[in-house]
Nanobody, 119 residues
Framework: QVQLVESGGGLVQPGGSLRLSCAAS????????MGWYRQAPGKQRELVAS??????NYADSVKGRFTISRDNAKNTVLLQMNSLKPEDTAVYYC??????????????WGQGTQVTVST
């Protein structure tokens, strides 16, 4: 059993900052990659940023504003979001490719955290 628990969403004014955190727990053998996706109303879920042993990957729309980092000892991934814009408003989902002691590597998802950028 694996759980991803997110925190850090909320309401912020344009130009402000938020930091999202996601912690993975359970019978984890290894984590290949971790990342953040978002889904705005009426739109498809899209990749925001991901991190793995190969490096980091960002959506063009967030490059230079968002930074993803990972604490392997704590099975945690962070997303520092700066210079937020109204178009960043969405539900943000944590994602991780995890191998457990019983199952091969597969994707797991958090429950989502709302980020609203508005005056």
């Amino acid at each position: 059993q694996v759980q991803l628990v997110e925190s850090g969403g909320g309401l912020v004014q344009p130009g402000g900052s938020l930091r999202l955190s996601c912690a993975a727990s359970g019978s984890i053998f290894s984590i290949d990659s971790m990342g953040w996706y978002r889904q705005a109303p009426g739109k498809q879920r899209e990749l925001v940023a991901s991190i793995s042993i190969s490096g980091t990957n960002y959506a063009d729309s967030v490059k230079g504003r968002f930074t993803i980092s990972r604490d392997n000892a704590k099975n945690t991934v962070l997303l520092q979001m700066n210079s937020l814009k109204p178009e960043d408003t969405a539900v943000y989902y944590c994602n991780a490719a995890i191998r457990t002691y019983r199952l091969p590597t597969r994707d797991y998802w958090g429950q989502g955290t709302q980020v609203t950028v508005s005056t």
